[in-house]
């Protein structure tokens, strides 16, 4: 797959005990992992799925927007 080109959320959860990492720019794009790279390692299989997953059902995938600003 090629580099990451969407914003990525990534944060510890307790409750979860594992990293969890959101994709903001691609609704229900999740992953998680016991350390920070095996998280990265997942949210890239995830995204790459996410994308085959939006092609064969016709869906629009957005292009990544970079460095989101909220305000």
Known sequence: MNEI???LIIYWSDVDQAFIVEVPELSG???DGETYEE???NIKLVIQEWIETARS???EIPKP???LMFA
């Open 65 to 67: 927007k970079g460095k």
């Open 39 to 41: 998280a990265i390692i």
């Open 57 to 59: 059902l016709g869906r």
């Open 29 to 31: 794009c999740k992953a």
């Open 5 to 7: 080109r969407y914003e």
